[in-house]
């Protein structure tokens, strides 16, 4: 694979650092993202390949301040992962203003804010963009939460349509749609540390192939869709989720 520039959003830990990690462990130059700059400093302190770009995706303002940063660091960007997400809500049949504004920061406008920013660069590099989604966009799952997967449906629909309109400059959008992922201090965790026998029951129900995900296996997926064995591969929702929403 071609050495790139990338900028992962949402990566100081879970499915973003995973993906972080793997690109830069394949040579890639690759941006990292958060809030909290001691966290990403202490990630880029181990990685010669890693840089930081502190801030909040969600904020359109800031947004184009930071993919601002980015082409300072990296002259050119070839590609933009959109990886910040918030699903844990309220109950479903609950949601109220605050809830669907809160979900709709963190779930749509983190990802539509930079690619809105970056899209004219990427075009320039014939790069790739890709968004990760959710399973719970794909169909309708029992008990998840419903400004969540409104969220997560309303930027898959929007990166597919990107799909077609950036096509034809040579650009790649594609989803990743996880479905229950487990990694450490994921809401997965602290749900397993409450009532581990509840959490194995509706694995073990509604997961034919009775597990987690782990996020090597969707940073596996992006290192592919990122590389020219996937140059076909556009408008497509790749769902990783051991068959929970057949």
Known sequence: ???????????????????????????????????????LNKIKKNNKNIDI?????????????????TLKIFKTLNVLICNIGLSKSC?????????WKKMFNFNFYSASNPIEHAKKEIIKTKGSIIVIGSGAAN????????????????????????????GSHGVRVNIIAPGNTYFKGSNWDKKLK?????????????????????TTEIADLASYLISDKAKFANGAIFTIDGGQTI
Do not use: H, W
């Not at 770009?53 to 940063?69: N, Q, R, T």
């Not at 169909?139 to 309109?165: D, E, N």
């Open 1 to 39: 694979m071609s050495k790139k520039n990338i900028l992962v959003t949402g990566s100081s830990r879970g499915i973003g650092l995973s993906i972080a990690l793997k690109l830069a462990a394949q040579g890639n130059k690759v941006i990292i993202n958060g809030r909290n700059r001691k966290t």
């Open 91 to 99: 109950k479903p049949n609950q949601e109220n203003y605050n809830e």
């Open 194 to 214: 409450k009532n581990k026998k509840q959490v194995k029951k509706l694995i073990r129900e509604t997961v034919p192939l009775n597990r987690f995900a782990s």
């Open 139 to 166: 169909k309708f799952i029992k008990g998840a939460p419903i400004a969540y997967a409104t969220a997560k449906t309303a930027i898959t629909f929007y990166a597919k349509s990107l799909a077609y309109y950036l």
């Open 53 to 69: 770009i502190v801030g909040d995706f969600s904020s359109p303002k800031k947004s184009k301040a930071m993919i601002k940063k």
